[in-house]
């Protein structure tokens, strides 16, 4: 059973109600309220897993209301589940949620999910690190409303040339390709922009920085949208450069000797 005086934030996962994870869904199905991200989780796995609880809407909500719903749960003795998209630790605003707690003596639990990224990797049937091509994905957003630090402005991390996966900057999708432009990518470094990952209605187009803005527009994608940057996606349609040695049959580790021919 889930332990009740305390507050569990829940990933609900990136949209599917099936990739929410064993645990998540247990303490849907033992919580007496929840209070979720409407904007962004569906209701129906709301309705799925806890189909008896009191359900908050958080969409309209602010830090003050939200914090109330949970005290007072606490408070009775019942137990409450805070559900976010995606993974709670990505874009997730928990941090100042948990603060909130922390001056109430409230304590908490995080309970992680299948973040959009992860998603959209499989929807594109994608691997984000190879070999000899990039062992680095970087998460990243371009600063909007909310400001990123001066260090981590997306031209900045460009340089990097590593596999990128942007978050909430579809609607700036011309930036993003400028910004990128004056990085280590070029007009021909593949872009893939999946839309609603893992959702009945999910988009997805693949392109380059040369074509991909318009590609995005004429699709009309304009929000809900993960930008996965990087030389990783043209690996298939070109061929692998190098395959990895954990199943090389020359590779020797700790549960296999290498055969040498």
Do not use: C
Request: aromatic share 4%; hydrophobic share 45%.
């Amino acid at each position: 059973m889930v332990e009740k005086n305390i507050v569990h934030f829940v990933g609900a996962g990136p949209g599917d109600a099936e990739l929410i994870t064993l645990k998540g869904a247990r303490l849907l199905r033992e919580a007496d309220v929840v209070v979720y991200a409407g904007s962004l989780v569906d209701r129906e796995l709301v309705r799925t897993y806890a189909p008896d609880a009191e359900v908050y809407d958080s969409a309209a909500m602010t830090l003050e209301e939200t914090t109330a719903v949970l005290a007072r749960v606490v408070a009775d003795g019942k137990r409450a589940v805070r559900l976010h998209t995606g993974d709670p630790s990505i874009y997730g605003a928990i941090q100042e949620q948990m603060a909130e707690l922390d001056a109430l003596g409230i304590g908490y639990a995080v309970v992680p999910g299948v973040t959009s990224a992860f998603a959209a990797a499989a929807t594109l049937k994608q691997e984000l690190t190879l070999p000899e091509v990039s062992q680095t994905v970087i998460i990243t957003r371009l600063a909007g409303r909310t400001p990123v630090p001066e260090r981590e402005k997306l031209a900045g991390i460009a340089k990097l040339g590593a596999t990128l996966v942007i978050y909430l900057s579809v609607s700036m999708i011309e930036q993003v390709v400028a910004e990128l432009l004056e990085g280590a990518y070029t007009p021909k470094t593949p872009v893939a922009v999946v839309a609603r990952a893992s959702w009945p209605d999910e988009q997805s187009v693949e392109g380059t920085l040369a074509d991909i803005a318009v590609k995005v527009r004429d699709a009309g994608i304009g929000k809900q949208a993960i930008i996965l940057v990087g030389d990783v996606l043209k690996a298939r349609r070109e061929g692998l450069k190098s395959k990895s040695l954990l199943y090389d049959k020359g590779f020797s580790h700790e549960f296999r000797k290498g055969i040498v021919t």
